[in-house]
Structure formats: C-alpha cells, structure tokens
C-alpha cells in the first residue's frame, strides 16, 4: 500500500509539472517563435537511423512575412469555419469521423504538431484526449492570427521541410511573402500527406486538391473572409 501511494504522489506531481509547462509554455509560445517541435525531431531521428541525411528545413517567419494566399489557401483548405469555432469544430468533427476522416481543426493540429506527437494506433486516443485542453488554451492566450501564424510555419509540407517559408524557398525559389494563389493552393493539396504527395512532382490527385483549394478560396470571398479572426 506505502509503494503504491509513492507511485500515485509520483504520478500526480508529474502529471503538475506537465500541466504547469504546457501552460508556460504557450504563455511564451505567443510572444516568442517556435524554434522546434516533436514532429521535427521524429523525422530528423527517422532519417537518421534509415542512415540519410537528418538535417529538418525550417525557418520562422512573421504573419507579415507570409503573403495572404497561403493564409487563405490553407484555412479554405483544412478548416473553413476556422474564423469561428473556438478550436474544435464538433459539428464537422462529428461528421468526419462518420466519413473515416480525422476532422481536425487547425487549432487542434497546433495544439498536436507543437506540443504532442503524432500519434498511429491506441496511443492516437491518448494524443486526442490531451489535444482538447490544449486546443482550448492556445485559442484563449493566442488568438486566431497568432494560431494561423503558428500554424503556417510549423506544418509539414515535405520530406524533412517544414513551414510557408522553407517551402517557399525549396520550392519556389522565392520568400514566402511572394507566393501566388496557385503555389499557395499546391503546398495546401499537399498537407495531408507531405511525405507521399510532393510539391516539385505533383501528381493528378495533388493537382486536382490544389484546382478545388482554389475554387474554395474564391468562394470563401478572398482575405475578407479572415478579417474576422480574433488577434489577442
């Protein structure tokens, strides 16, 4: 019984410290940028023991910095009712997951791809039940603009790539405050599969996601549709 209650003080008091560094952390998270996260450092380690090279392409850039397409393309893409649910979209979750979909807002993957991990079988549970209290809290201290921010920057969009930007770069050869609408809409077709679907060699599904992304972007009404997100 005295090993056991040794246990759940254990427990408990790290279960505190996790809560008390979540918090702090997206406390700073609104004010500092992300300099990394798990789902980096899982793919630097899954390159490194498949013996290539594990170097993660990353850049942090400002709202400012990001041109208004990928804004869009991304929201018109993953998340249209991004603006105003706040963080969790039951009502779509509750369909796609009838659909066999995921249904994540993009507050939720924030919430997943900065602080947890990315989570395959019966530890996927575990990742959603802590997702909803953190999706909660980053939409409270953060703001839609700093999550969309957030969110643009740290999304996978290609082998051991990461953000706008990089893509961007890597891509495009250019900043990511120059992308079009087009460019924009074809880092979006890809987000659901960085790794299989590649920007430099799209395939018909990934053309035909990128053609739909920006017929949705036009039929969102343009930037005026995001002027409603709350910054603070």
Do not use: C
């Not at 793919?43 to 990928?70: C, N, Q």
């Not at 740290?154 to 961007?168: C, H, L, N, R, Y």
């Amino acid at each position: 019984m005295r090993i056991l209650k040794k246990l759940v003080r254990i427990l408990w008091r790290m279960f505190l410290f996790a809560v008390i560094y979540i918090v702090v952390m997206v406390v700073l998270f609104k004010f500092i940028s992300v300099g990394y996260t798990p789902t980096m450092f899982a793919r630097s380690m899954e390159a490194l023991f498949a013996g290539k090279d594990a170097t993660i392409h990353y850049e942090w850039v400002s709202y400012d910095d990001i041109s208004d397409a990928p804004k869009l393309a991304v929201v018109a893409s993953e998340d249209q009712r991004f603006p105003t649910h706040e963080g969790i979209d039951w009502k779509a979750l509750k369909i796609a997951l009838k659909q066999g979909r995921g249904g994540s807002t993009i507050s939720q993957q924030v919430a997943k791809n900065v602080f947890l991990w990315q989570g395959i079988g019966k530890d996927r549970y575990l990742r959603k039940l802590l997702e909803v209290p953190i999706t909660y809290l980053i939409e409270w201290v953060w703001g839609k603009q700093r999550i969309l921010e957030v969110y643009l920057n740290v999304i996978e969009v290609g082998p051991q790539t990461f953000g706008v930007q990089q893509a961007a770069k890597r891509y495009f050869k250019k900043n990511a405050k120059k992308l079009t609408v087009h460019e924009a809409a074809l880092i979006a077709a890809v987000l659901p599969s960085p790794r299989k679907w590649l920007i430099v060699r799209p395939i018909a599904r990934v053309l035909a996601r990128q053609q739909h992304t920006m017929y949705q972007m036009r039929l969102l009404g343009g930037m005026s549709y995001l002027k409603n997100m709350r910054k603070f």
